[in-house]
């Protein structure tokens, strides 16, 4: 967290200092343990491509082994969950350290695209799926 983020994460007064912190830290986490994530989902991925494209793979036979194991599906939810969580995150960051918004209304607009990013993701991995 940049000198900036750990500032405005102790902003406040009294008993509610204490919970920025604690929010801020959990925020930290989540941001760190979630890259970790798409790290290797990405990489995973992009050998995929790779070993698709080098053996002539169509999309309909991409598609066709996403039915036969449950392992692809599986990845790709773990893949959709870790953007879910990551992005919101670092969009928060943006908006704090760049442009001053904090507050609910910038919380609950990121909780928004949280879902969306849920939602749409594992709609896509499920009709992949299906």
């Known amino acids: 967290m940049s000198e900036a983020g750990a500032v ?3 902003r406040g007064t009294g008993s509610g200092e204490r919970g920025s912190v604690r929010a801020a830290a959990w925020r ?3 941001q760190r343990g979630s890259a970790a994530v798409l790290a290797v989902c990405v990489a995973v991925h992009l050998a995929t491509i790779i070993y698709a494209v080098r053996h002539g793979l169509s999309s309909s036979a991409i598609v066709g082994r996403m039915h036969e194991h449950v392992v692809w599906p599986a990845f790709y939810g773990i893949f959709v969950a870790a953007v879910a969580v990551h992005a919101p995150l670092g969009l928060r960051a943006i908006a704090d350290e760049w442009l001053g918004w904090r507050g609910a209304l910038v919380d609950a607009l990121l909780w928004f695209v949280a879902l969306v990013l849920l939602g749409g993701g594992s709609w896509a991995v499920r009709s992949l799926a299906a």
């Open 8 to 10: 405005s994460a102790t």
């Open 28 to 30: 930290f986490v989540l």
